[in-house]
């Protein structure tokens, strides 16, 4: 067994633990020049250094130097990639066969060279980052798919540190052409700006090399760059390296052999800490807002963010988590295009339809409570409708128009992300946010189709949004608020109030109408998770719904019991049964080997998996074309069926009286 | 065939349009200099002479030649007439003849010596018997690739000579056939060399071999193991004389290109002073002759630390290839540059890519 296990996703960034137990992303140190060591020849700072190596792989290249036998030191061995292979004129040829059959002999002498070693080493293969830059992707896959390796290292990074776009190019196709089993490590590039985006991107390991050239060149490096120790005023660090200097000027006095000493010491511990941060990010699904924080620190990282998020959604999309405990915090404009935000507007684009027989859309503002009908404004604004709707409530469709998720149905209000995101109000809206509500908005009145009866009780910004979506469509709408009232002023409300009834007049009651609105509102939020044709199966005319105190909603379908609507998250838990529907429907299901003995179910059990998954889905477990239980995927899809290690599911719910197939 | 030579020819190919155009005199030598070596014991004054012929046929081939040298350039490209040949070297003889110390004399053509396309057989008769004549003259260096090297040529032109040494010089660059294909496209293996080398001794003349320090497409460390390799293999191949050419980036070469694209940087004259530590700890000196001579040291197209200390180490490098004298490389004064060369030095074994070299230019 080789690689990495993967423990969690956090978007293509993720907790993984390599062969050795250490746990990524990590720090690789090189021993094999011995600077390293010779750097740390001061007592005091070894023992320092000794607290933080935990998370240091040492490593070296092969052949190892005649003179020492440093090579027993090292756990992990990069393998030289043969010259060929090295020069850029490799790429040129149109077959790409020289290529193939290069890279496999390169491949096939470093598994030798792993079966002939007897201790437990990690072998990294070394790949220049050019040819992550062409169409010769799929023969590196090919033959990396086959290979035995651990690590594969990403060489003359550090060429395209300050090119955003190739810098996101190379990285986002390297780890959509490296199986996923491979860690990542990506060449002399970790500066400490740029180390949480690049773990961001799917790179588990990175190395110390920077922060021993920075030392060299007298540069300090702080939280959020660089700084030339020559400019510096204050000695701010506090860590245990420059704790023990008064003054900057003392450090700057120093002779050059133990500045260099000290500096690359505390570079070192600098870009520890980031990584250790980013770890517990990961770790704990903040890492969007630890790089909120991070990438404005440079223009060129904030550049490669945007340009990740704008080009590259759907592979940042594919390795995000559907649910997380976290609110989803959006501070700065990067977050409009969050991936679960996005995920959020495409699957009301394309998974949800507007609920049939409604006769009047109500536009409201956003609250700042969440779910919005908790909030004080919400149950004013209710109040008035169910004064004005009367019986007729049913005929009448709420939608919140919000920043950044578009708009929001009513009967989503509750899912995540739509109950859990946080965003800073100003009533000020920016241009980008406007397009993105206008569009939603255009886009939910399309699906309505023809002219239909519209209340906007809204003011200033979404008054203008509002206007802007029904002149693109020609529709009309009657604006309830008038330019010197609050939405939550008496008359305003009142106003709301004799709107609905008039609205409504004329459209007749119909026995039944009632029920059948409130299990649309139910299926509206299977067609966001599960998309409409599992939403129709799983929840219909027979449905009955049963609130469960303030946990949630158990939903009976024919009798059986088939799904659990839980109110913290607003998406449905599934029972055997409503597993079922998602076998039937052949979505959302991973088909396994064997049976499960823990409830951890590893990637290496997994024969497919639906290419729909993300990590933190409801799944379906199937072995033999039967489901045998349900459980919560830790990975997508794809990556399920490609690695060998991690866990894949975590299992919640085993049918009884299944037996081992032993 | 490695795919580099495509490249090597494309550019080789344009340069050599861009410079045929102008037409230079071919009744002067390409380079003249004198300079103080070490020979048997004694300084001697060495003269080189470069003289204009036809130029290099790996250069011209179809091939392009090898990717680091632009000699070519120089070159008249056209077959140069015998007498203006005997003319270019006239210049070489009065020199000579101004000094009454002994004289090494290096007879280059920045191609092959014994090529006959370069020079004519008549001519490197006449060159060897005028060489032979003069009183002073201790030994005559020329050069030349492997295969042009046959026992006949070589028991003739020591049959000219007489009791003056011949020492052949061979462009190895280095012993490690996959990096002189493919990092030099230099077109002769190892086999080729070790046969030439033993035809060189056979006829009792002496061998020098040059080594290069850094080839493209290897790190600055591995550059360093693989030199101290060379020099080993060259002396077990019988090599009397071991010449470091520290690289120099030539106009119209693949180095250059790939210079102009940040993936090489010249070698570090730490790099230099470390090999030649390492190698005069292995290396009997009495036997075997060490010489480091770098040109353009300290430009940026050429061998350089930080920019304070080039003259400096320039200065120890040429101490030790005069004195032949490992006590020159110790006790070096200390620059900040050392610790940035050990950086990289740490950076590029993780990369091994040049481009680490871009950080050079930080604060």
Redesign the interface.
């Known amino acids: 067994m080789t690689g990495i296990f993967i423990k969690q996703h956090c978007g293509p960034a993720k907790i993984g633990v390599l062969e050795n137990d250490t746990e990524t992303p990590a720090l690789?140190i090189?021993l094999?020049?011995n600077?390293?060591s010779?750097v740390y020849k001061n007592e005091t700072l070894r023992k320092t250094l000794r607290k933080f190596q935990k998370h240091l792989l040492s490593?070296?290249?092969w052949p190892p130097?005649e003179e020492k036998s440093e090579l027993i030191n090292s756990n992990v061995i990069?393998f030289?990639?043969?010259?060929?292979l090295?020069?850029?004129?490799?790429l040129?040829?149109k077959s790409g066969t020289?290529l193939k059959e290069e890279l496999k002999r390169y491949i096939e002498r470093i598994c030798e060279l792993k079966s002939s070693l007897n201790k437990k080493v990690l072998i990294a293969c070394?790949l220049?980052a050019d040819f992550f830059r062409t169409s010769k992707n799929q023969i590196i896959r090919e033959v990396l798919k086959e290979a035995n390796i651990d690590i594969a290292?990403i060489?003359?990074?550090?060429?395209v540190?300050n090119n955003q776009r190739r810098l996101v190019e190379i990285l986002v196709n390297a780890r959509k052409t490296i199986p996923a089993d491979i860690a990542i490590?990506a060449?002399?590039i970790s500066l400490p700006t740029h180390a949480p985006l690049l773990v961001y991107m799917g790179v588990d390991i990175l190395?110390?090399?920077?922060p021993?050239?920075?030392?060299?060149?007298?540069?300090y490096l702080h939280e959020r760059g660089e700084l030339?120790l020559q400019n510096m005023t204050v000695l701010s660090c506090t860590c245990p390296i420059c704790s023990k200097y008064d003054s900057v000027s003392e450090l700057k006095n120093l002779p050059?052999?133990a500045r260099?000493e000290i500096l690359s010491a505390h570079n070192l511990i600098m870009l520890l800490k980031i990584i250790n941060e980013t770890r517990d990010a990961i770790k704990r699904k903040t890492i969007w807002e630890l790089l909120e924080n991070h990438v404005y620190s440079l223009p060129v990282t904030t550049a490669a963010m945007r340009h990740l998020l704008l080009s590259h959604q759907e592979f940042l999309e594919k390795y995000t988590p559907v649910v997380t405990s976290r609110r989803v915090i959006c501070t700065s404009a990067l977050s409009y295009y969050r991936p679960e935000v996005v995920r959020f507007r495409e699957r009301v684009k394309e998974r949800y339809m507007p609920p049939s027989n409604v006769a009047l859309v109500i536009l409201l503002p956003c609250s700042a409570r969440k779910p919005y009908s908790k909030s004080r404004t919400h149950k004013m604004f209710r109040e008035a409708i169910k004064c004005g709707a009367g019986p007729k409530f049913h005929l009448i469709h709420e939608v919140i128009i919000t920043s950044p998720l578009g708009i929001v149905p009513r009967e989503l209000e509750m899912t995540f992300p739509a109950a859990h995101y946080d965003v800073p109000v100003t009533g000020h809206w920016d241009r980008e946010e406007m397009e993105i509500a206008i569009s939603a908005l255009v886009n939910y009145f399309q699906k309505i189709g023809g002219k239909i009866g519209i209340i906007a009780h809204v003011e200033n910004a979404y008054k203008e949004i509002v206007e802007e979506a029904i002149s693109q469509l020609g529709l009309e709408a009657i604006f309830t608020v008038k330019n010197s009232e609050s939405v939550t002023s008496p008359s305003a409300l009142k106003r709301l109030e004799t709107t609905v009834r008039e609205m409504l007049e004329g459209h007749e009651l119909k026995g039944g109408d009632a029920k059948d609105r409130l299990v649309q509102d139910y299926r509206k939020i299977a067609e966001y998770q599960f998309g409409a044709d599992v939403a129709i199966d799983l929840i219909n005319e027979t449905s009955v719904f049963r609130e469960e105190g303030n946990r949630g909603v158990r939903v009976l379908t024919e009798g059986k019991f088939v799904a659990f609507l839980e109110y913290a998250t607003g998406l449905y838990k599934l029972s055997l049964h409503g597993a079922e529907v998602l076998l039937l429907k052949n979505k959302y299901c991973v088909f396994v080997k064997d049976i499960p003995r823990t409830e951890d179910i590893t990637a290496d059990t997994v024969i497919r998996a639906c290419n729909e998954i993300r990590p933190h889905d409801e799944v379906a477990i199937i072995l033999d074309k039967t489901v045998i239980g349900i459980g919560q995927a830790n990975m997508c899809g794809q990556e399920m069926e490609e690695a060998s290690k991690g866990v894949a599911v975590k299992l919640r719910l085993m049918k009884p009286n299944i037996k081992s197939r032993q | 065939m490695p795919e580099i030579y495509n490249k090597v020819l494309k550019i080789r190919k344009k340069y050599l349009q861009k410079v045929s155009v102008k037409s230079s005199t071919l009744k002067r030598p390409i380079y003249m200099k004198s300079y103080d070596e070490k020979f048997d014991g004694e300084i001697c004054k060495a003269i080189v002479i470069t003289l204009k012929t036809r130029g290099c046929a790996w250069a011209l081939s179809e091939f392009g030649g090898c990717t680091v040298c632009g000699y070519i350039y120089d070159a008249a490209l056209k077959p140069v007439p015998e007498d203006l040949l005997l003319r270019q070297f006239s210049y070489a003889v009065r020199e000579i003849e101004r000094t009454n110390r002994p004289v090494i004399l290096k007879i280059f053509t920045s191609g092959s010596f014994f090529d006959e396309e370069e020079i004519p057989p008549p001519v490197r008769h006449k060159i060897l018997e005028i060489a032979s004549k003069i009183d002073n003259v201790r030994e005559v260096v020329v050069e030349t690739r492997p295969e042009f090297v046959t026992s006949d040529v070589l028991t003739e032109c020591t049959k000219i000579l007489g009791d003056k040494i011949l020492e052949v010089a061979i462009g190895l660059e280095s012993s490690n056939d996959d990096i002189r294909m493919t990092c030099f496209n230099k077109g002769f293996s190892w086999k080729t060399f070790l046969s030439a080398a033993k035809i060189i001794k056979e006829n009792y003349c002496r061998l020098k071999v040059y080594i290069f320090l850094k080839p493209p497409f290897l790190t600055e460390m591995e550059a360093i193991k693989d030199a101290i390799r060379s020099t080993r293999d060259a002396i077990s191949a019988g090599a009397d004389t071991i010449s470091y050419n520290l690289s120099t980036i030539h106009r119209g070469t693949l180095l250059e290109y790939l210079w102009k694209r940040g993936e090489y940087r010249p070698p570090w004259l730490w790099s230099a002073i470390l090999v030649l530590q390492k190698v005069s700890a292995i290396v009997d000196l009495e036997k075997t002759k060490i010489l480091c001579d770098p040109v353009a040291a300290g430009k940026t197209r050429g061998p350089h630390n930080c920019g304070s200390c080039d003259r400096y180490v320039v200065s120890i490098l040429r101490k030790f290839s005069l004195s032949q004298n490992p006590e020159v490389l110790e006790n070096i004064k200390f620059c900040r540059c050392i610790n940035a060369w050990k950086a990289f030095l740490h950076a590029e074994s993780y990369s091994f890519s040049q481009t680490v070299n871009a950080y050079e230019t930080l604060t």
Not at chain 1, 86 to 90: A, E, G, K
């Open positions: 690789m090189n094999e020049n600077l390293a010779r490593s070296s290249t130097p990069i030289p990639p043969p010259f060929r090295r020069t850029p004129f490799i040129e040829e020289g070394c220049p290292t060489s003359g990074m550090e060429s540190a490590h060449s002399v190395d110390c090399a920077y021993l050239i920075a030392a060299a060149y007298d540069v030339p050059p052999d260099f």
